[in-house]
């Protein structure tokens, strides 16, 4: 069984910066890519960035390039994505999900952005 737990999310001002992780088990992290998503309230879900399986590449959507890096550590089963310059638009519920079991969630972790 495929489990993901997001943490490290919070309150932040505009402009501050978030480190999320995202710890997987249930299945073997180092054969699988991995992504981030959000969802803002009354928005559907987004693709936020993507990490080959060896870590060696990575995309983002175009809102978040430049602020946001995405991270993997095989060694311990957990993804990362370092948030820096963060906006008001950036509040969301943000998740990690795998092509392993895509249909698999986990709680999501809140990050907000306000002053």
């Known amino acids: 069984q495929v489990l993901l737990v997001e943490s490290g999310g919070g309150l932040v001002q505009p402009g501050g910066s978030l480190r999320l992780s995202c710890a997987a088990s249930?299945?073997?992290?180092?054969?699988?890519?991995m992504r981030w998503y959000r969802q803002a309230p009354g928005n559907e879900r987004e693709l936020v960035a993507t990490?080959?399986?060896?870590?060696?590449?990575?995309r983002y959507v175009d809102s978040v390039k430049g602020r946001f890096t995405i991270s993997r550590d095989n060694a311990k089963n957990t993804v990362n994505l370092q948030m820096n310059s963060l906006k008001p638009e950036d509040t969301a519920v943000y998740y990690c999900?795998?092509?392993?079991?895509?249909?698999?969630w986990g709680q999501g972790t809140q990050v907000t952005v306000s002053s």
């Open positions: 999900n795998t092509p392993a079991s895509p249909d698999s």
């Open positions: 249930g299945f073997t992290f180092s054969r699988y890519g």
């Open positions: 990490i080959t399986s060896a870590g060696d590449g990575t």
